[in-house]
């Protein structure tokens, strides 16, 4: 096992950028999400009062849970439904918006996008550059990118004033949070940021694809198009779905260590600064800052065991005589599936990330990891996408696991668990458990039905473990709204494209049912002051005791199917045997 020196400053570097921008975009959101005023204000609350007037909607009036998530699922069914009409009829879109004269996408296809995208997922069993028209691309897909990521983050800050509030019966009111939050944070900021990319090589244009001959004599095709408008907002809104079929490991989409870098930065930036704007709300900026390093703990341990089981390289290959140190001369280690302008280290930390987001962006191959290398992004997902997680999915899904880490602390003590001075009892528990366990559900029952049918196990590329792992990453990326793919999977055939088209919408919608039922119950509450009795949860036992039962509950749940798939790949790879 290695971990040089390079990549610890890498990832130290990473961090601190991170870090200093945490609480700067954690105080803007906070300041957005409350009314207050912001220096965007004398330009965008005109905008803002304009669509209120057309939608009908009155700023004033706040929702009940019920109301809140009623919205949010009707919002997200006219979505889906739009973006499937887009693919269905992109053969009428024109010259302009399909040079390329793509014909509609077929409806089993179309329904598994369209689900996949609304759920913030962005699972894709498609080439884009082949596939999707210019005008599906920017109206269908990109516009998902901005409205599902504005869901999620309304979903966060409904479920926090759920906690924060005293007394109360709403959680705000969903239409203001979502035109707030696409205005005010994801348009403005996702501009900058694209105009940054264009500046770095990120394409940006209408053409149609351009035929030129290689120096080998060989004609290519040379796939373009609006790319920079997607590419950024797919990384901050932790959507994933890539312009092309190489995602980000395409140079049009992540041409250096530039882009890299700032594509990295911006999935994990929202996220980061949602648990501030949490700490804000609940009156204590400390209890933001426990989650945060909660988040922080759990993203080291996955990092920290990919870059070594990456840089240490294949045994097999070794067996065969290949020299895999790390040298002056060369990277070393695992460099299959990897782009040589990024290496392993940056591979690693952009992998880690992008599965402990929501966001199936890749800059690498993970079929190609090693059986350790591989396993970590799969549990990150499997964890609920809480490491960070998705743009507002990943902040209150870890706030389910610290109710429920508060709740096994006051059974130790006998005392009943109180988190932010309200008592969580028999009801709160209910709906936090049920939201826990649908993922595995889904995640287990849909791997067991494939792997016993013929319609699933023909389209795995390798035979046993890893086979099993191909099929396992496919339901607990759709399932975990992550979007991600082991790429060994021929996941394009009805079979795959309903399962998984269901999958992701179980993940978000059935998962999110139960969270905002407990926010709903939670705001009823009155705060009960602390005593001498309260469990403190600033400070680092509540931080050790939160990243432990994430983990016991994680590995209760999921080892004998990861111990069938990467674990034992990982043995016979040590044994120096092909799987």
Known sequence: MLITPNSVIQVLIYLVILLLITKPLGLYMTKVFTGERTWLAPVLAPVERVFYRLSGVNAEEEQKWTAYTISMLLFSVAGMLLLYLFERTQQWDGSFFNPQGFGAVEPQLAFNTAASFTTNTNWQAYVGEQTMSYLTQMAGLAFHNFVSAATGIALAVAFVRGLTRRSAQHLGNFWVDITRCILYILLPISIIGALVLVSQGVVQNFNAYTQVVTLEGVKQVIAQGPVASQEFIKEFGTNGGGFFNANSAHPFENPNVITNMIEMLAIFAIPAGLTYLFGKMAGNTKQGWAILAAMTILFLIGLFIILPAEQSGNPLLTHAGANQAVTAYQAGGNMEGKEVRFGITQTALFTTITTDASCGAVN????????????????????????????????????????????????????????????????????????????????????????????????????????????????????????????????????????????????????????????????????????????????????????????????????????????????????????
């Open 364 to 579: 690498g191959f993970i079929d190609s990891f090693t059986p350790l290398g591989g396993m970590i992004p799969m549990l990150n997902i499997a964890l609920g996408e809480i490491i960070f997680g998705g743009v507002g999915s990943g902040l209150y899904g870890m706030l389910i696991f610290a109710v429920l880490a508060v709740f096994i602390a006051g059974l130790m003590v006998g005392r009943t668990p109180e988190y932010l001075g309200k008592k969580i009892e028999q009801k709160e528990m209910k709906m936090a458990a049920l939201a826990i366990l649908i993922l595995p559900a889904s995640i287990l029952g849909f791997t067991a039905i494939a792997t016993v049918l013929s319609v699933g196990t023909s389209s795995i590329l390798n035979p046993g473990p890893h086979g099993l792992s191909e099929i396992l990453y496919a339901y607990t990326s759709g399932t975990g709204n992550n979007g991600s793919a082991f790429a060994g999977l021929s996941a394009n055939t009805p079979f795959y494209n309903w399962t998984i088209g269901f999958a992701t919408l179980i993940g978000r919608f059935a998962f999110v049912v139960p969270v905002m039922a407990l926010a709903g119950a939670i705001v009823k509450k009155k705060v009960v002051p602390a005593n001498a009795g309260t469990f403190p949860t600033t400070g680092p036992l509540f931080v050790i005791l939160l990243v432990g039962v994430i983990l016991i509950v994680g590995a209760l749940t999921y080892f004998p199917a990861y111990a069938l798939g990467p674990v034992v790949e990982h043995l016979l790879m040590l044994a120096g045997k092909r799987f």
